[in-house]
Every structure is written in C-alpha cells, then in structure tokens.
C-alpha cells in the first residue's frame, strides 16, 4: 500500500477514527486485504479499522499501522501520520436566579446546572451579572451595594475546563422589588394624663 491516513484528521473522544489505507497493489491481482493496529501514546491497543473514545484520552496521540495482506503474504506495514485528540469544550443546560424576587437587602446567587464534559473534567464556571444590561460583578452572588429598586438582573454562565470555554448560557431576568418602609417602634406621649371635663357640662351635689 502507498500510505495510511486517520479520519478525520482531528477530534475529540466523542469521535470515532477510521485508519484509511490507500494505494493497493499486487502483481498477482489478489483482492485488497488488511490488519491493523492502532497505538495510543505508543502503547498497542486495538486491531480494528476503527477506535473510539473507550480507548483514549483528550490529549492521547493516536497512530494507526496497517499491513496489507493477500492471504498468502503479508505485505509492508505503513503507519499514519500521528493525530493528537483535542479537548472537548463543557457544556451546561440552564441558569436561574435564586431568589426570585428580592430587594436591595436580598443577595441573589447565580446557579447553573447540566454540566457536561465529554473528557469528564470537574465542573467550573465563569459568571458574569449584568444590572440593567451593564455588565457588573463576576461572581456566583451580587449584593444590594452593585444595584438599586427597580434594576433587572441577569446572570451570565459559561463552563470552562481547563483548556477551553462552553457556549454561555443566560438566566431569566429578575427585577429588583421596592423595600417597604418599616419602624422599630410605637409610643404615646405623654405616658400619663387625665380626662379633661368637656365645655359646659355641670356637676351635680
């Protein structure tokens, strides 16, 4: 055979590669026949045409050698170009505000959920609060000091990992009630006092 490829040329380990020979001949005309022998980081570890993420890693380095044979004879073995796997981006599925409702006293908390991470990396997440659509803070809580009655809130995730970003995903908004005044306490002045005849009135002996 003239040369050995891997399809495609790169991915991750939700891809399955393909070793690809190419360039068969054979003076006695003998149907095209082939083994194979994929290596990951060197190390033998599958003699199929194909390899999934079962058998590597993101940054595992991927060979695939293939010997053409004839029934009769084996040919001269051709190893592919190396192709290294690349990191797959993590992903979530929502964001919510907690609470809900709230006032300039109220810390609101940025929660996502959904992690997903094909290379099986620990969550991680980058936060980014907007109050009335002006970037803010950039961590999971914001407090009454960075937003006033009556701003909107959002919240911004995007889950990281190492070595790449996930698409980012927005909460509902959430916007910030009115406080209702309030007072510590009720007294009556003068604590004493009596009653104060009405004009006109009469007594009686």
């Given at each position: ?22 360039g ?8 095209a ?103 803010s ?69």
């Amino acid at each position: 055979i003239a040369s050995v490829s891997i399809s495609p040329g790169t991915g991750n380990e939700d891809t399955t590669f393909v070793c690809v020979p190419s360039g068969w001949s054979d003076d006695d005309g003998d149907p095209a026949g082939y083994t194979y022998q994929w290596m990951v980081n060197s190390v033998a570890v599958a003699t199929s045409p194909s390899l999934t993420g079962t058998s590597f890693n993101s940054g595992d380095v991927l060979t695939c050698t293939i010997t053409p044979s004839d029934g009769q004879e084996m040919g001269s073995p051709v190893t592919s170009a190396p192709v290294t796997v690349t990191n797959s981006a993590p992903s979530i599925t929502s964001v919510v505000i907690t609470p809900s409702s709230g006032y300039e006293s109220t810390p609101f908390l940025c929660t996502p959920s959904g992690w997903a991470d094909i290379d099986g990396d620990p969550p991680n997440y980058q936060y980014q609060w907007t109050v009335d659509g002006t970037p803010s803070v950039t961590i999971a809580t914001i407090e009454g000091s960075s937003f006033d009655k009556g701003d909107v809130l959002t919240c911004t995730v995007t889950p990281v990992d190492a070595s790449s970003a996930g698409t980012p995903v927005t909460s509902a908004p959430v916007t910030v009630d009115n406080t209702p005044p309030a007072i510590t306490s009720a007294a009556i002045s003068p604590t004493s006092g009596n009653a104060r005849r009405a004009a006109g009135s009469a007594s009686v002996r």
